[in-house]
């Protein structure tokens, strides 16, 4: 997965798939309930779904310590495919979080009762 273009992401939604090309994709304005929109929510979702069964195979897996070569480099190349999906579902969703409210630039500055130093 290539790295999202920060600036089309101030503007859009990064969706759950890529271009043909490998391409990051995106969704321009809308209020999040269009036809695409339900879609890349459907698509997160069962993104995430299969990460959860993932990580469950790959514990019963490596519990029996009974693997070969083979078997584990399957499990590490699904492990790869579905964390590069979990974390382009990240990414997607913290694009979107609106900007928080705290004044404070800093934990310090905020336990100082916000006292900024002159």
Known sequence: MTEPDRGLMDGGRLLPW???EGKPCYLLAGDGTGYVSRMADRVEA???DSAALLIEEARQVLRERT??????????????????NVRRVAV????RLPAPADD???????ERGGA???
């Not at 997607?92 to 694009?95: H, L, N, Y």
């Not at 404070?104 to 905020?110: E, G, S, V, Y």
């Open 104 to 110: 404070f630039p800093d934990r310090a500055t905020a």
């Open 46 to 48: 069962e993104q995430l």
């Open 18 to 20: 890529s271009s043909p």
């Open 67 to 84: 693997w070969t070569p083979g078997e584990i480099h399957l499990l590490a190349a699904d492990l790869t495919a579905s964390l590069s």
């Open 116 to 118: 900024r130093p002159t």
């Open 92 to 95: 997607s969703r913290g694009a």
